[in-house]
């Protein structure tokens, strides 16, 4: 399915890149650790999300200016200073995310660690590789970081409302039922797998809606108001050239077949 | 001896595998996915990091465990150990066997500096019952097989759902991941999920 450039959801997409069309866990599958065992609840999504965006940012803007003055025999330097320097970051990082709750860094464990070689920093480095501009490099990250954070927060809510029934450690009174088995891994990757569907499934119907809307001309309103509806019955009958329905018995021949 | 050495193996390999259990994933798999062979080398390569690097990094844990900031720097003391590792071995494979070099070479940066590698470490070190050198050594190897014979797994089970007929929005990526987190549940069931975080 192919639509114009210009088209507003063309556009959307276009200008959301990263976030809803190519997102890095939906789209790619990277970074599973975090989405698929360490996000069970919002506080820890939110905690691990804070991490991504202040380890990926700094390492996104230093690096290109480190690897300047680094010789090129020793370019080949450059992953592995990625998750030092994300590391290095790391470090403080514990410390801010620590005070949004005490239990958060518990519940993480050594995921947060993990965040140094998240395969989203390196995935990262490949994108904007060849990029010169500094900021076309921050946008790039800020729409990883907006896509990595998207699906935290989805999988994190979904775990943590369905697993406890609480929402960032309240009680949800009209949550009656706990499935706690969905804080296993087993289960998470069965949560993204089926929100990366979910995902899919949006795209595909909005995509064929504005496919639909385009190919009869209508204006978009007269479309929304009219989605749903049958075409009329005298345009169909128009085309087909047989008798219009109020008059037609199964019983009955068409006149021309009497004829022949 | 022998017995608890492959009974730390065998957990590490199966009940506590690092992709199924922790979905701890590495970078490149897309490409690694396209034939089994570079898997293997990779795995190989991967589990051969680890088997040097995991006592190594049961000594230094040792020397710095109980100082004041222990948390803090417990992190980037197990990356240096594998940066340290990856440096050391790409400058030896460069210099004194560039024919290994230009096989290894492109995987290198990636099996060595990764999350199987970085993750087993830090859960080794947080693991009480790995207090003896060749028991860090048994986890490590059982993780790195582990790991490798995981990847194999996904990549026939790319193969045989790339060929069966699926709901247009489940194909791909859902799929993976929904027939993934089938088997670990089925791996899960041998554990009762008490893995410590």
């Given at each position: 399915?192919?639509?114009?450039?210009?088209?507003?959801?063309?556009?959307?997409?276009?200008?959301?890149?990263?976030?809803?069309?190519?997102?890095?866990?939906?789209?790619?599958?990277?970074?599973?650790?975090f989405?698929?065992?360490a996000a069970s609840s919002l506080q820890t999504a939110v905690g691990l999300s804070i991490g991504a965006l202040?380890?990926?940012?700094?390492?996104?803007?230093?690096?290109?200016?480190?690897?300047?003055?680094?010789?090129?025999?020793?370019?080949?330097?450059?992953?592995?200073?990625?998750?030092?320097?994300?590391?290095?970051?790391?470090?403080?990082?514990?410390?801010i995310v620590?005070a949004i709750s005490?239990?958060l860094?518990?519940s993480v464990?050594?995921?947060?660690?993990?965040?140094?070689?998240?395969?989203?920093?390196?995935?990262?480095?490949?994108?904007?590789?060849?990029?010169?501009?500094?900021?076309?490099?921050?946008?790039?990250?800020?729409?990883?970081?907006?896509?990595l954070t998207m699906?935290l927060l989805?999988v994190g809510i979904?775990?943590e409302?369905?697993?406890?029934?609480?929402l960032w450690g309240?009680?949800?009174?009209?949550?009656?039922?706990?499935?706690?088995?969905?804080?296993?891994?087993?289960?998470?990757?069965?949560?993204?797998?089926?929100?990366?569907?979910?995902?899919?499934?949006?795209?595909?119907?909005?995509?064929?809606?504005?496919?639909?809307?385009?190919?009869?001309?209508?204006?978009?309103?007269?479309?929304?108001?009219?989605?749903?509806?049958?075409?009329?019955?005298?345009?169909?009958?128009?085309?087909?050239?047989?008798?219009?329905?109020?008059?037609?018995?199964?019983?009955?021949?068409?006149?021309?077949?009497?004829?022949? | 001896?022998?017995?608890?050495?492959?009974?730390?193996?065998?957990?590490?390999?199966?009940?506590?595998?690092?992709?199924?259990?922790?979905?701890?994933?590495?970078?490149?798999?897309?490409?690694?996915?396209?034939?089994?062979?570079?898997?293997?080398?990779?795995?190989?390569?991967?589990?051969?990091?680890?088997?040097?690097?995991?006592?190594?990094?049961?000594?230094?844990?040792?020397?710095?465990?109980?100082?004041?900031?222990?948390?803090?720097?417990?992190?980037?003391?197990?990356?240096?150990?594998?940066?340290?590792?990856?440096?050391?071995?790409?400058?030896?494979?460069?210099?004194?066997?560039?024919?290994?070099?230009?096989?290894?070479?492109?995987?290198?940066?990636?099996?060595?500096?990764?999350?199987?590698?970085?993750?087993?470490?830090?859960?080794?070190?947080?693991?009480?019952?790995?207090?003896?050198?060749?028991?860090?050594?048994?986890?490590?190897?059982?993780?790195?097989?582990?790991?490798?014979?995981?990847?194999?797994?996904?990549?026939?089970?790319?193969?045989?759902?790339?060929?069966?007929?699926?709901?247009?929005?489940?194909?791909?990526?859902?799929?993976?991941?929904?027939?993934?987190?089938?088997?670990?549940?089925?791996?899960?069931?041998?554990?009762?999920?008490?893995?410590?975080?």
């Amino acid at each position: 399915m192919k639509m114009n450039k210009n088209h507003w959801y063309a556009r959307f997409l276009r200008g959301t890149k990263g976030v809803f069309r190519g997102n890095p866990v939906l789209g790619a599958g990277l970074a599973l650790p975090f989405v698929v065992v360490a996000a069970s609840s919002l506080q820890t999504a939110v905690g691990l999300s804070i991490g991504a965006l202040l380890t990926m940012l700094p390492v996104g803007l230093l690096i290109p200016l480190i690897m300047q003055k680094i010789p090129e025999q020793f370019r080949w330097l450059d992953y592995p200073l990625r998750a030092l320097i994300a590391a290095l970051f790391l470090m403080p990082t514990r410390v801010i995310v620590g005070a949004i709750s005490p239990a958060l860094m518990d519940s993480v464990g050594v995921y947060f660690s993990l965040l140094c070689v998240s395969t989203l920093l390196f995935a990262s480095r490949a994108m904007t590789v060849e990029e010169q501009r500094l900021e076309k490099v921050l946008l790039e990250l800020t729409r990883l970081w907006l896509g990595l954070t998207m699906v935290l927060l989805l999988v994190g809510i979904c775990r943590e409302v369905l697993g406890n029934g609480t929402l960032w450690g309240k009680p949800l009174t009209w949550m009656k039922i706990r499935f706690s088995a969905v804080m296993v891994s087993g289960l998470g990757f069965i949560l993204l797998g089926f929100i990366a569907a979910l995902g899919q499934k949006i795209h595909r119907s909005v995509l064929f809606v504005c496919l639909w809307i385009g190919k009869n001309g209508r204006t978009v309103k007269d479309k929304i108001v009219h989605f749903g509806e049958r075409p009329p019955k005298e345009n169909k009958n128009k085309i087909s050239g047989e008798i219009p329905e109020e008059t037609a018995d199964h019983e009955q021949i068409p006149e021309g077949k009497e004829q022949e | 001896m022998m017995m608890k050495f492959f009974a730390i193996f065998v957990a590490a390999l199966t009940a506590e595998n690092l992709f199924f259990t922790r979905a701890f994933d590495v970078y490149g798999l897309r490409e690694l996915h396209r034939s089994p062979k570079k898997m293997l080398l990779f795995g190989g390569l991967t589990t051969a990091v680890l088997a040097v690097a995991g006592p190594v990094a049961y000594g230094i844990n040792k020397l710095i465990y109980g100082l004041p900031f222990y948390y803090y720097i417990n992190g980037i003391t197990h990356l240096l150990i594998l940066v340290g590792l990856y440096a050391g071995v790409y400058w030896l494979l460069k210099k004194y066997q560039p024919k290994v070099f230009e096989l290894v070479g492109k995987y290198l940066p990636y099996a060595a500096i990764n999350c199987c590698t970085f993750g087993s470490l830090l859960l080794a070190a947080k693991d009480t019952e790995l207090d003896r050198w060749w028991k860090a050594l048994a986890y490590h190897c059982g993780a790195g097989i582990g790991f490798t014979l995981a990847m194999l797994l996904l990549w026939s089970v790319r193969q045989r759902l790339s060929s069966c007929h699926a709901s247009k929005s489940f194909r791909g990526l859902p799929l993976q991941m929904i027939t993934v987190g089938l088997i670990a549940l089925a791996l899960v069931g041998l554990t009762g999920n008490q893995l410590p975080a």
